[in-house]
């Protein structure tokens, strides 16, 4: 005998997985802009072999590129980079609640609520690692007007990159982190208390959720300033380590493991030398 809900069941697995393929392509596309230099006229192998020599020969000294002329459309191109990094970056670990929202929606939609696109929320989301990009970009053209973040985007003083590393350090073991990332670790929690209706809703929650995904690893972003923005294996280790930290069971500890272990780096990088 067949269920009167298998028709629902089929159709929620079919927009399960147009969602997936969908953010399969998008994370891909993020990841191959970014392979090829995201604009910056050198692929990001280039960019990361750089950034090695220059963190080699003490972070300072490198003149390997001509600084940036910062003019609007170059600006612009740097809050691409950012924004796309950060697709590229979070989306994987927000395929969870990416999911669980298209399966919801979907069942709701059955119940003769109107259809809401999961790319809205997909949206809302992604417009909170806009803003944090946005961001990135000022702190980035202070940082090189300044002189503390050399033409190849690494950090070029040893003071620079330990106060990075405690200051992510102590945002690691702060209590809003841990608030930030239980709303992150918790897909359903979080839509069952922060459910609104229509696209507007979806929009709103999407943005909602983003600014919690923000707000619990936007220091551990920052920590590219450090590393080299344009660094893969920065790049590619921050990633992996967001998404053990957002899925995994045990994964909140990791924020308290990291944040000891970036504290006592920072320290050691700004101990004076004996």
């Given at each position: 005998?067949?269920?009167i809900d298998a028709p629902l069941e089929a159709a929620v697995r079919r927009d399960r997985l147009v969602v997936v393929t969908a953010l399969v392509a998008v994370i891909a596309l993020a990841w191959a802009y970014l392979l090829a230099g995201a604009g910056m006229g050198m692929s990001a192998f280039e960019m990361t072999r750089m950034s090695q020599v220059g963190m080699v020969e003490g972070m300072g000294g490198m003149a390997?590129?001509?600084?940036?002329v910062w003019t609007p459309g170059y600006a612009i191109l740097m809050f691409f980079m950012w924004?796309?990094?950060?697709?590229?970056?979070m989306l994987p670990s927000a395929a969870p609640m990416i999911?669980?929202?298209?399966t919801v929606n979907g069942k709701q939609r059955e119940t003769g609520h109107p259809h809401v696109a999961t790319s809205i929320f997909t949206f809302g989301y992604l417009a909170a690692w806009a803003s944090f990009s946005l961001v990135a970009v000022m702190l980035q053209w202070a940082f090189e007007r300044t002189g503390i973040l050399s033409p190849i985007?690494?950090?070029?003083?040893?003071?620079?990159?330990g106060v990075l590393l405690l200051a992510a350090g102590v945002y690691q073991l702060t209590p809003i982190k841990h608030a930030c990332l239980r709303h992150c670790r918790?897909?359903?929690a979080f839509l069952s208390t922060h459910w609104q209706a229509g696209a507007?809703?979806?929009l709103r929650m999407g943005f909602v959720h983003g600014v919690f995904c923000v707000g619990c690893c936007w220091f551990l972003m920052g920590l590219l300033f450090f590393g080299g923005v344009m660094n893969l294996y920065w790049i590619i280790g921050l990633a992996l380590f967001v998404l053990v930290e957002k899925t995994v069971p045990a994964g909140h500890w990791?924020?308290?493991?990291t944040g000891v272990v970036l504290l006592v780096w920072g320290i050691l990088m700004l101990a004076p030398a004996p």
């Open positions: 005998m067949v269920s390997m590129m001509t600084p940036a924004w796309v990094m950060m697709v590229a970056m999911l669980l929202f298209a985007l690494v950090g070029t003083t040893v003071i620079f990159g918790s897909p359903l507007l809703g979806a990791f924020g308290y493991v």
